[in-house]
């Protein structure tokens, strides 16, 4: 298992590749990449701050417990803080299993427990004014089924 984060931007591929190529008698290696949204379009930056130290652990807490729940090769989470424009990689989830469900179904845990539960606090700025990223409703929805 394996928690980054970090300030500095990470590559997709050679990240992705790596972590396959350290894979012996899995099946199946799920990958999801978070891109910074600028939906309404306008985005300046998105700033996100966390608690150094206090953010690994909670995340490894959360990916020892996808090691628990389903047959797992390895885990690994890379999440950035600090100012991020938009269509900046925010965050990896990488899994492996003998077989797709598994990987599949931890990876969307992991996925959903970034969105709504690591301690993360985003501030979108855009046109001059600046706001905290509350919760979404479907967010909680998604993290409710596991």
Do not use: C
């Not at 990470?10 to 099946?27: I, P, S, Y």
């Not at 300046?44 to 628990?68: N, R, V």
């Amino acid at each position: 298992m394996e928690i980054r984060v970090q300030e500095d931007p990470f590559d997709l591929g050679a990240e992705a590749n790596a972590f396959a190529a350290r894979q012996t008698g899995m099946g199946a290696v799920v990958t999801f990449t978070g891109i910074v949204r600028d939906i309404e379009g306008g985005l300046d930056m998105m700033e996100i701050e966390h608690y150094p130290g206090m953010t690994e652990k909670a995340i490894a807490g959360i990916a020892g417990e996808a090691l628990d729940r389903w047959s797992l090769g390895d885990v690994l989470v890379i999440h950035r803080h600090g100012k991020l424009a938009a269509e900046d990689l925010i965050m990896m989830v990488a899994t492996s299993a003998p077989h797709r469900v598994d990987a599949f179904q931890a990876a969307e845990f992991l996925m959903d427990y970034l969105k709504s539960r690591a301690p993360f606090w985003k501030k979108e700025v855009a046109g001059g004014s600046e706001g905290w990223v509350a919760a979404k409703d479907e967010d909680e929805d998604a993290l409710s089924r596991w």
